[in-house]
């Protein structure tokens, strides 16, 4: 196979793979209805958790994860040693974009952020994963606020991996890429954080006024 035709291949088949709204079909078959209907509206797995199932908001990671996870296997292993590894990036990071805009809902997904966790998994191999989650693991312990956890994270993976060893162009300016779009996914967080007021998980609701 030509490598264009691979390349295109991967894009496609990561995409239609990003774009299955796990979360979504995961709450509506518990019967907790439209996950969009509450919190954030989001169809990720910090907006699950808003429904109080621990268990749903893990299985929804999982999932997410692993439709960016397996698609870069897949196309690593479709593309060889000499095209695989491309491939298989560029699988990952369309799962991730799948996620974010899917097609079947709008282009209105989830933030992406447990897609390129599956995809660090898989591509980096686990230097990206190594960096970002115990910075993530520590801010949010710190800080009780999820999407600061997250940006920051996001932020350090692309230096971050190539500290540790990662001189493979595409999988740099690939990462690189993918933290923008986190920050672009998250922009109504970042302005919540600007403002001191973006929420913080088991913090009290604000009682309305009497």
């Known amino acids: 196979m030509p490598e264009w ?41 910090t907006n699950v958790l808003r429904t109080g199932r621990k268990d749903l908001a893990l299985a929804t990671f999982l999932l997410d994860s692993l439709k960016a996870g397996l698609a870069a296997l897949a196309f690593t292993y479709i593309g060889g040693p000499d095209s695989g590894r491309e491939a298989g990036f560029i699988a990952g990071a ?10 079947w ?22 230097k990206g994963l190594v960096i970002a ?8 312990a710190l800080t009780r606020i999820s999407s600061l956890a997250a940006l920051v994270a996001a932020a350090a993976v692309p230096p971050g991996t190539y500290l540790m060893g990662e001189r493979n162009p595409v999988t740099l300016a690939g990462l690189t890429l993918l933290s923008v779009l986190v920050f672009w996914t998250h922009r109504a967080n970042i302005g ?19």
């Open 105 to 126: 809902l709008n282009f209105k997904g989830g933030k992406g952020i447990a897609t390129y966790a599956g995809l660090l998994v898989f591509v980096t191999p686990l």
């Open 192 to 210: 919540r954080l600007l403002k001191g007021t973006e929420p913080r998980f088991g913090a009290p609701k604000a009682k309305p006024e009497e």
């Open 5 to 45: 035709a691979l390349y295109a291949l991967a894009s496609t088949v990561g995409y239609l793979a990003g774009s299955i709204p796990f979360g979504l079909v995961i709450t509506k078959a518990a019967g907790l209805g439209d996950i969009r209907a509450i919190g954030s509206g989001n169809i990720g797995a």
């Open 133 to 140: 989650a115990p910075i993530w693991l520590g801010l949010f």
């Open 94 to 103: 369309s799962a991730f974009i799948g996620h974010c805009y899917p097609v």
